[in-house]
């Protein structure tokens, strides 16, 4: 498959501006088209997005039928549920994703998440907006150094979350299908 001409879907925006995507491939020997949205075009008969820009291959966060008539899609999702594969298969059409690189981010806000829970940090928000300045019972928030987690899926995106609490000190269990 030769490709000459990559599209960016206005649907990436939902993690980075497509511009920014296609900045990063500026070395790429190849053409990397983004619909050019500064009128609000995007936004027309053709769907929330627009027209699919004149390509072969495009980058998106969500499938649209007109993905179809192309060579290849990539999902920027680790999953590919939503895309409708045996179509694609039948329509020859090769789907790829990006397993694998979600698995810092993914470990950070889990890990983020249990620190802000565990302390509490959602009751230290409410009351502060309420205008409540009183002080929690003393062991009302915990420490996490010492709990046990376990994390069930040991992919790119459990292996993250592993790394990051076992760092923290919470003795972590996996479980993974195989």
Do not use: K
């Amino acid at each position: 498959m030769r490709l000459d001409t990559l599209g960016i879907d206005p649907s990436v925006s939902v993690l980075f501006p497509p511009e920014f995507l296609a900045e990063q491939l500026s070395d790429v020997p190849i053409d990397v088209v983004v619909p050019d949205d500064s009128d609000g075009s995007t936004d027309d008969a053709d769907g929330p997005h627009g027209a699919v820009p004149p390509c072969d291959a495009i980058v998106t966060f969500e499938h649209r039928e007109e993905f179809l008539d192309l060579d290849w899609i990539h999902s920027i999702q680790a999953g590919v549920d939503r895309f409708p594969q045996d179509r694609l298969e039948d329509a020859g059409v090769a789907l790829t994703n990006s397993t694998g690189i979600h698995g810092d981010a993914i470990g950070e806000t889990v890990a983020g998440y249990l620190l802000a829970f565990s302390r509490r940090l959602h009751t230290h928000i409410r009351n502060q907006e309420e205008r409540e300045w009183s002080q929690p019972d003393w062991d009302e928030a915990w420490t996490i150094a010492g709990e046990r987690a376990c994390v069930i899926g040991l992919g790119s995106l459990g292996r993250g979350v592993v790394d990051r609490l076992s760092a923290l000190g919470v003795d972590v269990d996996g479980l993974r299908r195989t």
